[in-house]
Nanobody
């Protein structure tokens, strides 16, 4: 059974930083592409960033240059460092395991989700 537990959300002022962490309980963690998604009130869930390895990763255009995704296969964690936060980054952030990636393009999320962590950026 796969379990994903997020932590690190909270309230921060515009321009501030937060670091989200996702700890996975799953076999063969290193073989799975991992992703962070977010869902703002009244909006669809959207992909923020995904990572297969240190040199195989990508970001949504809206967060490029501000967010950094990383993973530690030994600890089975995937982190999202969020800098220069904006009010429009306010959302519930979800960790996802098994993101489907082909040729550098994301085809869809995996079937395993964390419970989500709230990020609120005040203006």
């Amino acid at each position: 059974q796969v379990q994903l537990v997020e932590s690190g959300g909270g309230l921060v002022e515009s321009g501030g930083s937060l670091r989200l962490s996702c700890t996975a309980s799953m076999n063969m963690f290193n073989l799975h592409a991992m992703g962070w998604y977010r869902q703002a009130p009244g909006k669809q869930r959207e992909l923020v960033a995904w990572i297969i390895s240190g040199d195989s990763l990508n970001y949504a255009d809206s967060v490029k240059g501000r967010f950094t995704i990383s993973r530690d296969n030994a600890k089975k964690t995937v982190d999202l460092q969020m800098d220069s936060l904006k009010p429009e980054d306010t959302a519930i952030y979800y960790c996802n395991a098994g993101v489907s990636v082909l040729g550098g393009k994301v085809l869809g999320p995996g079937s395993h989700w964390g419970q989500g962590t709230q990020v609120t950026v005040s203006s």
